[in-house]
């Protein structure tokens, strides 16, 4: 990891190495908090945050799933964002808000303690590679199932669930493979470790739908409407594993990972084909503020001035 100048704490910036928290920390002992994965991309413009209220609104609704009070808006946490992208001089990076049950008794409960929120940010290439992305990965479907919606509530990015996602992901990488999917306890295809999963049979892009134990992924909402643009059919339905050893093409997304192509699941070879290739390109142009339809995702430290054309 590359450590950058400052971390915002509780509302303050500190110093990288004095960012700290006590031992006693609830959420350190239980998993008791919430996260966010969010990139910042250089563009012509200037450096743009990609879709930053959307995900600060996903940490929102993922604090209230734990019964947290944040104490900050999410307009609030979007200039936090700026402010550090600033600070830290950094035109490309990842964001890293995390919010937690900090220390104050160590009963499971954490009724009466006290929540930290700390923003980090550090520059974080291509999370499965350059080479994962241009050549695609492969993966094994995990003998970890995903965590059912009554066990805890998957559409939290909790940092608890995690373990789950930490189990899958390591068992993968032990037996040689990049990443892991995880299916339902019912045996429907669930996510990656931190990713969620499309593939793609006669023509038709499939991904599992928003109920079946998945993450409501930023960038899987992103694929879907640009793939709808691009004039291509999205269905989002449950899926079992052998949809994914007889798919045409397959890939996974998540902010970390952008769009990565599966090259091999469980030793069956799917390859890298060219609609995961259109998506992937369309997706990096939007993030990167090449295309004009998705300005809007945008969200710029500094607005660009408008163009002589343009005022
Ligand atoms: N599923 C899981 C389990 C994840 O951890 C992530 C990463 N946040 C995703 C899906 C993708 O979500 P997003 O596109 O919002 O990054």
């Known amino acids: 990891m590359r450590e950058t100048e400052k971390i915002w704490m509780n ?5 990288w190495d004095d960012a700290r928290v006590h031992v006693g920390t609830h959420g350190l002992h239980y998993g008791s908090g919430v996260f966010e994965g969010i990139r910042a991309y250089e563009t012509e413009n200037g450096t743009a945050v990609f879709r930053l209220s959307d995900h600060l609104k996903r940490f929102e609704n993922s604090a209230k799933l734990l019964g947290m009070e944040l104490g900050y808006s999410v307009e609030e946490l979007r200039g936090v964002c700026h ?69 805890i ?11 789950n996602s930490m189990l899958a992901v390591t068992e993968a990488n032990r037996a040689g493979y990049q990443e892991a999917i995880l299916l339902t306890a019912e045996g429907y295809v ?40 691009l004039g291509h059919r999205v269905v989002e339905k449950s899926l079992i594993r052998s949809d994914l050893y007889l798919a045409d093409e397959a890939f996974m997304c998540g902010t970390a990972a952008e769009v990565t192509p599966l090259r091999e699941i469980d030793d069956v070879t799917i390859g890298v084909g060219p609609v ?36």
């Open 153 to 163: 509530p998957h559409v939290a990015k909790a940092t608890g669930v995690y373990l």
């Open 276 to 311: 995961t290739l259109e998506l992937q390109s369309a997706y990096l142009d939007t993030v990167r503020g090449r295309s004009e339809r998705w300005a809007q995702w945008l969200d710029y430290a500094e607005q660009p001035e408008p163009t002589a054309a343009e005022a």
């Open 11 to 15: 509302g303050e910036l500190v110093a």
């Open 83 to 151: 402010q550090l992208i600033g600070v830290n001089g950094l035109p490309e990076c990842y964001l890293r808000p995390i919010a937690f049950y900090g220390y104050g008794e160590l009963g499971v409960s954490a009724v009466g303690n006290p929540v930290d929120v700390v923003i980090m940010s550090w520059p974080w290439g291509a999370y499965l590679g350059e080479e994962g992305l241009k050549k695609g990965i492969s993966a094994k479907i995990s003998s970890w199932q995903r965590i059912g919606p009554n066990v």
């Open 190 to 229: 669930a996510d990656g470790s931190g990713e969620n999963v499309f593939v793609i049979k006669d023509g038709v892009i499939y991904t599992p739908d928003l109920s079946t134990s998945i993450l409501p992924g930023i960038t899987r909402d992103t694929v879907i409407q640009i793939a709808q643009d």
